[in-house]
């Protein structure tokens, strides 16, 4: 889809669709009205007045109105997107509105759309106002080019229902909220294309990506991106002393894949800045090992390299956005198989750190994985560090598919992360990985165990295996297993691969960058 951004009136314009955004505004007063539409074009708000009148379109969540040959506008059709309640109206309903709009094209074989640009000073009360304009205009592109993506590519007899182009109507402004919409642009183009190309990583079944050839994607993506990328394997990792990571990857014939990739900014970091260390959970394939998955929904488990996916993401948005930090990707890749030389429980492995471990569950492999990422990370410099895993079914339990899990060993890097979770609008649920809590981890046999001493609490107990090797480091994880696939479509977004946490650790580390 080519995405453009134009400043001009949207009454004047002709495409074969416009979109406006509309919120729910009923108070259940008989003179009020029902339906608010975000635009102060009396035009526009003129063409759908009738049908508003008869309270057929009550602008709920993904709900839309479509009016051909709309009354005094160029455009030969006029979709009205519902944002839901105008209560609960945030950035997210916006984000979730553009991708409604472009996935409403779809099933009609429209191939091109213009949105008319969210006012929010259109509604009687400001409900975004303090949003900057640049963050607005950025949900609304991230939105239309998340919504614009289906996962059919596997489908021979699929349609093309490729949305072609989108032009944002954005009214004459002044110079500087023009320019903070211009950039918004620009940003929201980078984001959303980091985060497609994630979720086509993650789309891809286990037997075409394997941690070799996700080695290669992140290789291709840094060599387009200009950032410096090498891809290791076993022998490589032995050097290393990864035992916890080889461990995990001798059970299949395909190697594990240990990929870095590494960001500097223009002129080299300052003197004492930080140099950010995102480590991601890269299991092509989870089948449990020996201690094997049930079959039921093991297809699934394609997606357990969803972390590592978010990291070679933000890796690609970090290249374009050139924050003045260093940053360094470290994908741990491996696929999880039963064997005859797999590993098994009642094995201990001595992780890069030295730390020895127990293994009680094979299945609890992605732990292991990244405990000699994050080490290794701490080698190569870095002094913050954040994870990203699907680890554990325990967080989906405990929060659905809706909150990731954040835990973290330090409350200021925390904060400094929530803080950008308002820019992302992704959801993540701070739960605890305090010293008590050490008890769940520990051995008779080893240092640490790789499970917890029963089910309770089992994606704290994951969390605490990954605290002991980030040390003194501040360090963010997060448990993205519920999150990491959409399991039905929406209105606004396709079944599949979400993306999640790419935008969210984007906007972290460039929080640091001034
Ligand atoms: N990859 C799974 C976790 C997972 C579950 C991801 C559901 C996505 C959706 C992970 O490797 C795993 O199997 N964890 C075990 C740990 C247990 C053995 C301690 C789990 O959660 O059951
Ligand atoms: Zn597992
Ligand atoms: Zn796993």
């Not at 969540?61 to 051909?68: A, I, N, P, Q």
């Not at 009214?171 to 984001?191: N, R, Y």
Request: a negative charge; aromatic letters at 6%; charged letters at 20%.
């Amino acid at each position: 889809m080519e995405t453009r951004l134009s400043f001009q009136d949207a009454t004047a314009f002709a495409t074969p669709l416009l979109a406006v955004l509309a919120v729910d505004v009923a108070t259940g007063k008989d003179d009020e009205p029902l339906v608010a539409l975000m635009t102060t074009s009396d035009a526009i708000s003129s063409a759908v007045a009738k049908v508003l009148e008869t309270g057929e379109f009550k602008a709920a969540h993904g709900e839309t109105l479509l009016l051909h040959a709309p009354n005094g506008l160029k455009a030969e059709r006029l979709l009205v997107v519902g944002l839901g309640k105008v209560k609960t109206l945030s950035i997210n309903e916006i984000r979730k509105g553009a991708g409604t709009a472009v996935r409403a094209l779809k099933p009609r074989g429209i191939r091109d759309l213009a949105i008319v640009f969210p006012q929010d000073e259109a509604l009687s009360d400001e409900h975004l106002e303090n949003l900057p304009c640049t963050v607005l205009t950025r949900a609304l592109v991230e939105g239309a080019e998340l919504g614009e993506i289906d996962y059919d590519t596997y489908k021979s007899d699929r349609k093309d229902t490729a949305v072609h182009s989108l032009t944002i109507l954005a009214a004459v402004v002044e110079p500087s909220t023009k320019l903070e919409i211009q950039i918004g642009f620009e940003e929201g183009l980078i984001l959303a294309s980091a985060q497609n190309f994630t979720r086509s990583l993650v789309n891809e079944p286990g037997n075409v990506l394997t941690p070799t050839v996700l080695g290669r994607r992140a290789a291709a993506m840094c060599s387009e991106f200009g950032l410096k990328c090498e891809v290791h394997s076993t022998e490589k990792l032995k050097k290393l002393g990864m035992g916890a990571f080889l461990a995990v990857a001798q059970g299949s014939v395909e190697p594990p894949a240990l990929i870095v990739m590494t960001y500097e900014p223009a002129g080299g970091s300052r003197p004492n800045s930080p140099v950010f260390g995102l480590v991601g959970k890269g299991i092509t394939f989870d089948t449990g090992g020996i201690s094997i998955k049930p079959s039921e929904g093991m297809e699934k488990m394609k997606y357990d390299m969803a972390g590592a996916g978010a990291m070679i993401g933000a890796m690609r948005a970090i290249a374009q956005l050139k924050p003045k930090v260093k940053v360094i990707g470290v994908v741990c890749s491996a696929e999880n198989m039963p064997d005859g030389k797999a590993f098994k429980p009642g094995d201990v492995v001595t992780a890069m750190s030295g730390k020895t471990i127990e293994i009680i569950n094979t299945d609890a492999e992605g732990r292991l994985v990244l405990a000699d990422g994050l080490h290794y990370a701490k080698t190569l410099g870095c002094t913050h560090l954040i994870d990203a895993a699907t680890l554990t079914g325990a967080c989906v339990v405990a929060l659905g598919t809706l909150n990731g899990g954040l835990f973290s060993n330090d409350d200021a890097t925390t904060e400094s992360f929530q803080a950008g979770l308002a820019v992302s609008g992704e959801k993540f649920w701070r739960l605890p990985c305090t010293e008590d809590y050490h008890d769940h981890i520990k051995s008779q046999i080893a240092d640490i165990m790789n499970t917890g001493k029963n089910r309770a609490g089992g994606a704290t107990s994951a969390a605490m295996f990954l605290k002991q090797f980030v040390g003194d480091t501040p360090w963010i994880h997060l448990d993205i297993a519920g999150c990491a696939w959409n399991e039905e479509s929406k209105p606004w977004i396709a079944y599949g691969p979400s993306g999640i946490a790419v935008r969210s650790i984007v906007e972290w580390v460039r929080g640091y960058s001034n």
